[in-house]
């Protein structure tokens, strides 16, 4: 097995002021896989990028291309290419002079791919780029960070502020690309929808520590929605040990189980923790949006 494009351990960031942003934090990216980061603003990504890109100063282990943490070589720096919300190229610079300046820094420069992209995002190669849309800067942005033909790819909220038409083309292209080649993403992004397209795993940041780190497929597997009615109205009554983001009124519950294996376990668990059996039980599967969502209320509620 081929080692990890990274793999951090025990990774902690501290930001002027006393903020400790990371926390004890350890996570790999294996080679050809797409991982986002997933969390309330606040809760470390950009800060966890930052330290993996030598951009922030950090203490823990681990390695980066091979190279140690923190010590990232000009010729590794060359591979990975980084796109973030609000790092775009010169306003006074055309898409063609901004391809002129970025050639000679990479060795592995693809011309013929550089027209590809420049072409499958429409960008037209003699405007200044300060008269682009904002989408139109971000795609601008990624045709230099890929054009090399990266072995990682770090995108920090790409997808903020674009217009749902510009996002689309946005992800429809890069999901062309991925299809095409041995791409290794790192994602930040609010934007779960697009998260569920584009990642093959997800760990879930909550004040600088990592809640959860599975494969969205396994993550989706395993939870459920369960709604149900008690017989009686007991005032001691509650949801299995462990459950998440409890509710009810009157007769009526509902409760996420994070650990589904089968219905027929789900309804003993449920009786059990009533005494009773219960009527009307239902369970749905979640999307990635709602599972992190409970995940968040989880965390503010043990916060409060």
């Keep these: ?11 902690d960031v501290r930001h002027p002021g006393g903020v400790h942003a990371v926390r004890d934090l350890s996570l790999d990216l294996p080679r050809g896989r797409a991982l986002a980061l997933l969390g309330a603003n606040g809760a470390g990504k950009s800060s966890l990028i930052g330290a993996l890109l030598g951009l922030y100063p950090a ?16 010729t590794l720096f060359q591979k990975i290419g980084f796109v973030a919300d609000g790092r775009t190229p010169p306003a006074h610079w055309t898409v063609g002079r901004y391809t002129d300046y970025l050639r000679p820094l990479y060795p592995t420069w693809d011309d013929a791919f550089c027209q590809k992209l420049i072409a499958r995002f429409a960008l037209p190669a003699d405007r200044p780029i300060g008269q682009f849309s904002r989408g139109m800067k971000m795609k601008a942005s990624m045709v230099g960070a890929l054009a090399f033909r990266p072995e990682l790819l770090v995108l920090d909220e790409p997808f ?8 689309e083309e946005f992800i429809d292209g890069l999901l062309d690309l991925m299809s095409g080649g041995d791409w290794s993403i790192l994602l930040s992004s609010h934007d779960i929808h697009e998260v569920e397209r584009l990642c093959d795993s997800v760990a879930f940041l909550d004040a600088g520590r990592i809640t959860v780190n599975e494969d969205v497929d396994a993550l989706q597997t395993r ?8 017989p009686f109205t007991l005032a001691s009554a509650t949801a299995p040990d462990g459950w998440m983001d409890v509710r009810h009124e009157g007769d ?12 027929a376990s ?13 009527a009307d039980l239902s369970g749905d599967s979640l999307d990635l949006r709602a599972i992190l969502i409970a995940h968040l209320r989880e ?4 916060r409060s």
């Design 266 to 278: 789900a309804a003993q668990k449920i009786s059990s923790a009533f005494g009773a059996p219960v």
């Design 223 to 230: 939870f459920r929605l369960w709604t149900w009615r008690a």
């Design 59 to 74: 203490t823990g282990d681990g390695e980066v291309l091979g190279a140690p943490l923190g010590k990232i070589p000009q």
């Design 299 to 302: 965390a503010e509620a043990r």
């Design 160 to 167: 903020g502020g674009l217009d749902p038409l510009t996002r």
């Design 252 to 263: 009526r519950w509902s409760a996420i189980q994070p650990d589904f294996t089968d219905d």
């Design 1 to 11: 097995m081929s080692a990890p494009v990274f793999s951090l351990r025990h990774l």
